[in-house]
């Protein structure tokens, strides 16, 4: 948002609006620009990434509150992999495996969570929840350490 002040512009005071970052891992280009339009429109600032070599690469750049992946990127593991590397990271992001399929086997022993984008209005209530509950883990960390 924009003041205007006899044709001068400046920004409106107090803190700037800073937004959750996510990263998306989605080989399929069609899949990947979708869910990023889509959680973009949500408000969030969304990284994308078309392999897992580019995701790890992004992981350790910026820090993220969400980690959504694709299941089956380059392999059948290759979002895994990405979704556990991504619990290792210091800052803790959420995670969550991402599908355009529907999926019935069963976890992995994770606590990775299922989002499909076939179901588009529950989708960025879903994400809310994800940042949500990341959120206060990190709280209650901090307080634990106080």
Do not use: C, N
Not at 29 to 53: I, N
């Amino acid at each position: 948002m924009d003041f205007s002040i006899k044709g001068k512009s400046r920004k409106p005071p107090g803190k700037s609006l800073e937004l959750a970052r996510v990263l998306l891992v989605d080989d399929d280009a069609t899949s990947r620009l979708t869910l990023q339009a889509v959680l973009r429109a949500g408000g969030y600032s969304v990284d994308a990434a078309a392999t897992t070599y580019e995701a790890l690469g992004k992981l350790h750049e910026r820090q993220y509150e969400l980690v959504l992946s694709d299941m089956s990127t380059e392999s059948q593991e290759a979002g895994l992999e990405v979704i556990a590397h991504a619990k290792l990271m210091d800052y803790q992001p959420a995670v969550a495996v991402v599908t355009s399929y529907r999926k019935t086997s069963g976890s992995d022993g994770s606590d990775s969570r299922l989002v499909e984008p076939e179901d588009l209005p529950g989708l960025l209530g879903r994400v809310a929840d994800l940042i949500s509950q990341r959120a206060a883990r990190m709280v209650q960390g901090q307080l634990k350490q106080a």
